[in-house]
């Protein structure tokens, strides 16, 4: 009578288990959650976005300085209240701590000395803007990441983290009322550049080690040779696990504003993560003067997670009166049906890809690259 494989190849039945098992841990350590679909860009602490059937979440933020007011002394009391009330309502959240020359501690450069350039934004003058290259910024970065993740890394409604960067207002990667001229006097460098952006990334995704990152780009000098840079070498880099992907937050259906960084991201295998750039009724912000562009350009781009206004989520006040929620539908089955890995409200589990691709998109192997 024949043997069982089990009987007749305990040896090789023995190390084939092994193999599978510690192929399913690993898989299981790299499978991250990627959130899909719509969340609203702000109103945490308010009640009515989450009446919305189309809500799948909200971005909860705060500045840099407001968290760490003085060096190494923490208050998340603003965090936490807002994070109470998505937990509440039982849905994912988003995170972003502002830094740069509007939301960075006084005490980075009053007390630690790092150096910064002055520059206007939004019409105001007197902003000091801490260079991002330096490497107390960069000492600082990894440790708020570090305090961030102790707080809230453990919280399964956590969905994505966008990296504190030294840009004009801390999130956003543009340098609007930058005087460039000035900035390569402090030593600016495009390869300086793209490597504080992918440091203080690392930083952020070594820290929430379970977690999508996102990282916002914009072009720099009027080009997009370094976010390209940027964002290509980081979905590149095999320590990140595919986690970190790109931000987005100027989502209008418009194709000529930055249009060289719209081509780089339609070509971009990674994941990408956008916010609208206005509300609905601004109508001048958006191609032609329809909101509606905005999921059509999502779907081009190839973009699975879209943050409209809270303005497109209340139920009452001022607000679009729900007349979006369809539009956002509509996305949100597109997203899953592109980009889900794991149901919206389960964790990922052994054993599924790390993230899914793009579709229609080059692999990995078809990066781009700015010579």
């Known amino acids: 009578m024949a043997q069982s494989m089990h009987q007749k190849c305990p040896t090789y039945w023995l190390l084939t288990t092994l193999l599978l098992s510690l192929a399913c841990s690993a898989s299981s350590a790299l499978a991250v959650y990627k959130p899909t679909g719509v969340f609203s860009s702000s109103g945490a602490s308010q009640s009515n976005i989450y009446q919305n059937p189309e809500l799948r979440g909200v971005l909860i933020r705060t500045g840099w300085s407001k968290l760490e007011p003085r060096p190494g002394e923490f208050d998340f009391r603003h965090l936490d209240a807002q994070v109470a009330n998505a937990q509440k309502h039982g849905v994912h959240w988003s995170l972003a701590v502002a830094g740069g020359a509007t939301a960075s501690p006084a005490w980075l450069i009053d007390t630690l000395q790092t150096d910064f350039v002055q520059i206007s934004f939004r019409g105001k003058s007197g902003y000091r803007l801490p260079l991002y290259w330096d490497p107390i910024v960069q000492a600082r970065l990894a440790l708020l990441a570090q305090k961030l993740a102790e707080r809230y890394q453990d919280d399964s409604q956590l969905a994505l983290v966008y990296v504190t960067q030294m840009t004009s207002n801390g999130i956003e990667g543009h340098l609007n009322g930058v005087d460039m001229n000035t900035m390569r006097e402090a030593g600016y460098t495009d390869d ?126 001022r607000s679009a009166q729900g007349k979006w929620n369809s539009a956002m539908a509509d996305f949100n089955q597109w ?31 078809g990066l781009i690259t700015d010579k």
């Open 192 to 317: 300086k550049w793209v490597n504080a952006s992918k440091q203080a990334a690392h930083d952020f995704a070594d820290a929430f080690k379970n977690k999508a990152i996102a990282i916002e780009l914009h072009e720099l000098n009027g080009s997009a040779a370094v976010p390209t840079r940027i964002m290509n070498e980081l979905w590149g880099d095999p320590s990140l696990e595919k986690r970190v992907g790109v931000g987005l937050w100027w989502l209008s259906g418009k194709t000529h504003y930055q249009a060289g960084l719209i081509d780089a991201l339609t070509a971009y295998p990674g994941d990408i993560y956008a916010q609208v750039i206005g509300r609905s009724d601004q109508s001048h912000r958006f191609e032609s003067g329809d909101y509606s562009h905005v999921f059509e350009q999502a779907k081009q781009i190839g973009i699975r997670y879209i943050e409209p206004w809270e303005y497109e989520f209340r139920s009452s006040g």
């Open 335 to 365: 997203a899953d049906t592109h980009y889900r890995d794991t149901p919206a409200n389960e964790s990922a589990t052994c054993c599924p890809a790390s993230g899914a691709q793009k579709s229609d998109q080059p692999s990995a192997a």
